[in-house]
C-alpha cells in the first residue's frame, strides 16, 4: 500500500494509472475488422472511430491539467505520463531515508515537505554552551513532558536542530518525565558545558499537512494571529483534512510563531506550488506558550530556514 504526501498526489497517481491501463484485457479485446472491409467502407469506420471517443479531445479520460484544479504545465504532464512504473501498483517511489511516504506523483522531492518532516522515534542531539553559559533553549512542562517552548536563532539549540514543540525525553541520560520546567531549566544550567546529551522526539503534539495551490494560487484557507478559522469548500486545505482552530506553527518546515500574519502572509505567498503546513491544536499552542512573553517570541523566535 502507497503513502502519499497529500490527496491531490494519490488521486493523479490513480488518474496517471487509469489512463496508462488498457481498457479492455486481452481476452476480451474487440476482434480487429478485416482491412479490405475498411477499405471499401470509410465512412462507417469513421462513424465507429466518433463512437469510441468520449468527449471532444476524442480521449477516455479528462485532461489532468483541468484535475483537481491543479495548474500543471504541459512539461510536468509529460513527466508524469512518461515516468510512471509499469507495475499495478502506479505509484512513483520517492526513497529517502526519513520518508514516512512511498509516492508523490505531483509534490515528488519537494523540499519544503522535506524541511517539514517530524520524524517517528527518538533521536540525539548533543550540545554546548556558548561563552554566555546559553544554549539558546526554553522549555516548558506539560503532560508530564517536557517539551521546546523556544529556541533562538543562531544559538546551540538552533544548530542542532531542535524545535519548536520537540519534546524532551532525556537530558545527560536522565529521564524528563514528571519535570517540572524549573526542573528542566535548572538541569541544562548546571550541566556540563562542553557536552550536553538530549534525547528528543520530533514535535509529537503537531502534524503536518502538504496542500496544493489552485489555479488562482489559492490554497483554500483563513487564519488570524496564525490561528485557522475558515477552511474554503471543495479547496486543497478541505480536501486534505486542514482542521479550524489550529495555530500555524511551520510553513514548509520554516517557524512562524511571532510573525505578524501578513508575514506569514507573504510567506505562503512566495512558496512553490507545494506548501506544507505544520499545526497544533490551538488549546495545546496557548498552553505551551502561557506566561511566555510576545516581544520575546517575536524576537528570539528561530524563523531560520531549516537545512535538509
Known amino acids: 500500500m502507497s503513502l502519499y504526501p497529500s490527496l491531490e498526489d494519490m488521486k493523479v ?14 481476452s476480451k479485446a474487440l476482434a480487429l475488422p478485416d482491412p479490405a472491409h475498411c477499405l471499401s467502407t470509410p465512412a462507417h469506420h469513421e462513424s465507429k472511430v466518433e463512437e469510441i471517443g468520449t468527449g471532444t479531445s476524442g480521449g477516455l479520460y479528462p485532461e489532468l491539467s483541468e484535475f483537481m484544479g491543479l495548474n500543471l504545465s504541459t512539461d510536468a504532464l509529460q513527466t508524469l505520463s512518461t515516468t ?3 507495475q499495478s501498483s502506479g505509484a512513483l517511489s520517492v526513497h529517502s531515508s526519513g520518508m514516512n511516504w512511498a509516492a508523490a506523483p505531483i509534490t515528488g522531492s519537494d523540499l519544503g515537505v522535506k524541511r517539514a518532516e517530524i520524524r517517528q522515534g527518538v533521536r540525539e542531539v548533543v550540545l554546548c554552551k556558548d561563552m554566555d553559559g546559553k544554549i539558546g533553549l526554553r522549555l516548558k512542562a ?10 533562538q536563532a543562531n544559538t546551540a539549540a538552533s544548530l542542532g536542530g531542535l524545535r519548536f514543540g520537540d519534546q524532551i525525553l532525556q ?3 536522565e529521564s524528563c518525565a514528571g519535570w ?3 526542573r528542566a531549566h535548572k538541569a541544562l544550567k ?3 558545558p562542553e557536552r550536553i546529551t538530549i534525547a528528543v522526539r520530533d514535535r509529537p503534539l503537531e502534524r503536518t499537512v502538504t496542500l496544493h495551490k489552485d489555479m488562482s494560487g489559492q ?7 496564525g490561528r485557522i478559522t475558515s477552511i474554503v469548500k471543495d479547496s486543497s486545505a478541505a480536501r486534505n483534512g486542514l482542521l479550524t482552530d489550529q495555530q500555524i506553527c511551520e510553513i514548509n518546515g520554516q517557524n512562524v510563531i511571532g510573525l505578524k500574519d501578513s508575514q506569514v502572509l507573504d510567506i505562503l505567498n512566495s512558496s512553490g506550488r507545494v506548501v506544507t503546513v505544520t499545526v497544533m491544536p490551538v488549546v495545546i499552542f496557548e498552553h505551551m506558550m502561557k506566561r511566555m512573553c510576545s516581544s520575546i517570541v517575536k524576537s528570539l523566535m528561530d524563523h531560520s530556514i531549516p537545512e535538509v
Not at 497517481?13 to 489512463?19: N, V, Y
Not at 490554497?219 to 494571529?225: E, S, T
Open 142 to 151: 506539560i503532560d508530564n513532558g517536557v517539551f521546546v517552548q523556544l529556541v
Open 13 to 26: 497517481d490513480k488518474f496517471i494509472q487509469a489512463q496508462n491501463t488498457p481498457t479492455a484485457s486481452p
Open 219 to 225: 490554497l483554500g484557507f483563513i487564519f488570524k494571529k
Open 190 to 192: 548546571n550541566a556540563n
Open 84 to 86: 510512471v512504473p509499469e
Open 171 to 173: 537530558i545527560n541520560g
Open 180 to 182: 517540572t520546567s524549573d
